[in-house]
């Protein structure tokens, strides 16, 4: 069992940067795939970037790939999303998860175990 909660959402006007963490409880955190999502109202909950138990592959979504950066710190069980360049379109509430998967990247949200509670980015234009 793993408890994800997230941290470091906020209001940031467009262009700003923000930087989510995900913490995570459990001694087994190094064995899971890591995932973030958002979901804007209104829309379904769509794949952000992922990253390997490693820490050494990671795959994007296309509207993100090269503002957001996934990592991770396995010492402190923590997941991180380093947010560039900021859009009104990125505005939701951003999710992390954790798939017990052995693919070292997961995209598809049905594959993840367990989520947080979320948390709020809204980008003001």
């Known amino acids: 069992q793993v408890q994800l909660v997230e941290s470091g959402g906020g209001l940031v006007q467009a262009g700003g940067s923000l930087r989510l963490s995900c913490a995570a409880s459990?001694?087994?955190?190094?064995?899971?795939?890591m995932g973030w999502f958002r979901q804007a109202p209104g829309k379904e909950r769509e794949f952000v970037a992922t990253m390997s138990r490693s820490g050494n592959s990671m795959y994007y979504a296309a509207s993100v790939k090269g503002r957001f950066t996934i990592f991770r710190d396995n010492a402190k069980n923590t997941v991180y999303l380093q947010m560039h360049s900021l859009k009104p379109e990125d505005t939701a509430v951003y999710y992390c998860?954790?798939?017990?998967?052995?693919?070292?990247?997961?995209?598809?949200?049905?594959?993840?175990?367990?989520w947080g509670q979320g948390t709020q980015v809204t980008v003001s234009s």
């Open positions: 998860a954790a798939a017990s998967s052995l693919l070292p990247v997961v995209v598809s949200r049905t594959e993840y175990d367990y």
């Open positions: 459990g001694r087994t955190f190094s064995t899971y795939t």
